[in-house]
């Protein structure tokens, strides 16, 4: 009797043990997909373009839940199977965080049911959108085959288009409007078409630059945790503004400027976009770079990055600076292949390329023959002259391979410097080939491009 006495008291134990861990859960998403049978899902959550595995859940009984004693921070969420395929997108907002899902692993989304009305009418969003976008391809195809000429029938296929984008305009309002004040209203709203304008058209491209801020609330941290945030700001400085230094580096303080009152917003983005110009492979973009290291890191306006990463920043932004296009480039004064001194600044040509390259170098085997084409083919006729710096370790490889190349430009040896100008710093050489094209006074017009693309330069200066 006491035995089942004794029993019975650790089983009510266990039981409140439970009921009390129920009563702490504060979110919990409950997943069943007939036809999956993996082990565990996982729950991701998006932090700008990042997608990040936040929790696991094992199969019970045809069902994953994913629990936690603390509400979630709104955003969009992704379901995964073992192998990362998505499964279910889904937003968490201030509803109730007790949210069920169920489907058939066949025809997934659209069977897709939910006890979160937010995400109803997200899910019903995407199955409109598909449907919309079967009903316009044919027309869109038909338009495209079709003749300028037959005006009557091309006027007919714009109407079926417009008629179904119009439709497609009204319902995305009208979901806006409903979910004015929750994150599936300011996702959608973010993320409306905008057209893009001829950029020439200064006064319409201005209005939909104000358009799109109009629509994208960059402000709202909740977009931080959304894919949209990082979308949206490189569609802007993608399609929204013109590709030049000075552009991007004024739409990178309008950016800026609009988050600087939301920290966490602010962290996010200030890294992408240095990130983003930083390793950019676009010829200029380093001058974004090094703005954006003045403004905002050198000027003592983050105080949040670690002062190591800081530090590395500002050196590399001092190499970029004096290699910027547009400046005058840096001398070089080393030795020709006879020892005769030879500085870049005592050649007075139209046009100067200077050219970084090594014997050993497979790229450079291609591009060499390619320059010396246009040389023998150009120099007189664009004044132009190569002033080319070897950074191989091999006299007798480099003595080879001008002979082997039938080469008459000026030649110098970078492993004989006078004067203790290293060129792979000055001239930032980090591989090789590395061209760079001058003008008469020096100053930089071109860098880092393929050998192709020099005389395109040359002819447009």
């Given at each position: 009797?006491?035995?089942?006495?004794?029993k019975?008291?650790l089983?009510?134990?266990?039981a409140?043990?439970?009921?009390?861990?129920?009563g702490?859960?504060?979110?919990?998403?409950?997943?069943?997909?007939?036809?999956?049978?993996?082990?565990?899902?996982?729950?991701?959550?998006?932090?700008?373009?990042?997608i990040?595995?936040i929790?696991?859940?094992?199969?019970?009984?045809?069902?994953?839940c994913?629990s936690?004693?603390?509400?979630?921070?709104?955003g969009?969420?992704?379901?995964?199977?073992?192998?990362l395929r998505?499964l279910?997108?889904?937003?968490i907002?201030?509803?109730?965080?007790?949210?069920?899902?169920?489907?058939?692993?066949?025809?997934l989304?659209?069977?897709?049911?939910?006890?979160s009305?937010?995400?109803?009418d997200f899910?019903?969003?995407i199955?409109?959108l598909?449907?919309?976008?079967?009903?316009?391809?044919?027309?869109i195809?038909m338009?495209?085959?079709?003749?300028?000429?037959d005006?009557a029938?091309?006027?007919?296929?714009?109407?079926e288009?417009?008629d179904?984008?119009?439709?497609?305009?009204?319902?995305?309002?009208?979901?806006?409007?409903?979910?004015?004040?929750?994150i599936?209203g300011?996702?959608?709203?973010?993320?409306?078409?905008l057209?893009?304008?001829?950029?020439n058209?200064v006064n319409?491209?201005?209005?939909?630059?104000?358009?799109?801020?109009?629509?994208?609330?960059?402000?709202?941290?909740?977009?931080?945790?959304?894919?949209?945030?990082?979308?949206?700001i490189?569609?802007?400085?993608?399609?929204?503004?013109?590709?030049?230094?000075?552009?991007?580096?004024?739409?990178?303080?309008?950016?800026?400027?609009?988050?600087?009152?939301?920290p966490?917003?602010?962290k996010?983005?200030?890294?992408?976009?240095?990130?983003r110009?930083?390793?950019?492979?676009?010829?200029?973009?380093?001058?974004?770079?090094?703005?954006?290291?003045?403004?905002?890191?050198s000027?003592g306006?983050n105080?949040?990055?670690d002062s190591i990463?800081?530090?590395?920043?500002?050196?590399?932004?001092?190499?970029?600076?004096?290699?910027?296009?547009?400046?005058?480039?840096?001398?070089?004064r080393?030795?020709d292949?006879?020892?005769?001194?030879?500085?870049?600044?005592?050649?007075?040509?139209?046009?100067?390329v200077?050219?970084?390259w090594?014997?050993d170098?497979?790229i450079?085997?291609?591009?060499?023959?390619?320059?010396?084409?246009?040389y023998?083919?150009s120099?007189?006729?664009?004044?132009?002259?190569?002033?080319?710096?070897?950074?191989?370790?091999?006299?007798?490889?480099?003595?080879?391979?001008?002979?082997?190349?039938k080469?008459?430009?000026?030649?110098?040896d970078?492993?004989?410097?006078?004067?203790?100008d290293?060129?792979?710093r000055?001239y930032?050489?980090?591989?090789?080939?590395t061209?760079y094209?001058?003008?008469?006074e020096k100053?930089?017009?071109?860098?880092?491009i393929?050998?192709e693309?020099?005389?395109?330069?040359?002819?447009?200066?």
């Amino acid at each position: 009797m006491k035995l089942l006495y004794k029993k019975f008291i650790l089983c009510l134990f266990i039981a409140l043990i439970a009921a009390s861990a129920c009563g702490k859960e504060k979110s919990k998403i409950t997943v069943r997909v007939e036809g999956i049978s993996d082990s565990v899902l996982y729950l991701c959550q998006y932090y700008g373009a990042g997608i990040y595995i936040i929790d696991t859940a094992v199969r019970e009984k045809s069902a994953y839940c994913f629990s936690s004693g603390t509400l979630r921070p709104e955003g969009m969420y992704l379901i995964t199977d073992k192998s990362l395929r998505h499964l279910i997108e889904f937003f968490i907002g201030d509803e109730s965080q007790k949210i069920s899902f169920s489907s058939t692993k066949d025809n997934l989304v659209e069977n897709l049911q939910t006890n979160s009305s937010l995400n109803a009418d997200f899910f019903d969003y995407i199955r409109f959108l598909a449907v919309k976008q079967r009903e316009v391809t044919p027309f869109i195809q038909m338009r495209d085959k079709l003749q300028q000429s037959d005006s009557a029938a091309m006027a007919l296929l714009q109407k079926e288009i417009g008629d179904i984008d119009w439709a497609v305009d009204d319902y995305i309002d009208a979901l806006i409007a409903k979910h004015e004040n929750d994150i599936l209203g300011l996702f959608i709203k973010a993320g409306k078409p905008l057209k893009v304008v001829n950029k020439n058209d200064v006064n319409v491209y201005k209005e939909r630059q104000k358009e799109f801020w109009n629509n994208f609330e960059v402000t709202d941290k909740r977009l931080l945790r959304t894919p949209i945030l990082d979308e949206r700001i490189e569609f802007y400085l993608n399609r929204l503004v013109v590709p030049y230094p000075d552009s991007l580096c004024a739409a990178a303080d309008v950016i800026m400027n609009k988050i600087k009152d939301t920290p966490e917003t602010l962290k996010h983005v200030l890294w992408k976009l240095t990130e983003r110009f930083g390793d950019s492979d676009i010829m200029g973009y380093d001058a974004v770079f090094v703005h954006i290291v003045d403004n905002y890191y050198s000027s003592g306006f983050n105080t949040w990055t670690d002062s190591i990463i800081v530090n590395n920043l500002r050196d590399r932004a001092e190499v970029m600076r004096p290699l910027l296009i547009g400046k005058t480039a840096p001398d070089l004064r080393l030795c020709d292949t006879d020892m005769n001194y030879m500085p870049l600044f005592s050649i007075h040509a139209q046009y100067i390329v200077v050219y970084f390259w090594d014997d050993d170098c497979e790229i450079c085997k291609r591009a060499t023959p390619r320059l010396v084409d246009l040389y023998d083919r150009s120099r007189d006729a664009y004044d132009l002259e190569v002033y080319a710096v070897y950074t191989g370790n091999s006299g007798r490889g480099m003595e080879q391979y001008i002979n082997d190349n039938k080469i008459s430009w000026i030649n110098v040896d970078g492993r004989i410097n006078p004067f203790g100008d290293e060129y792979s710093r000055l001239y930032n050489v980090q591989y090789t080939p590395t061209i760079y094209l001058l003008d008469r006074e020096k100053r930089i017009i071109a860098k880092q491009i393929p050998v192709e693309m020099l005389e395109k330069f040359i002819t447009n200066d």
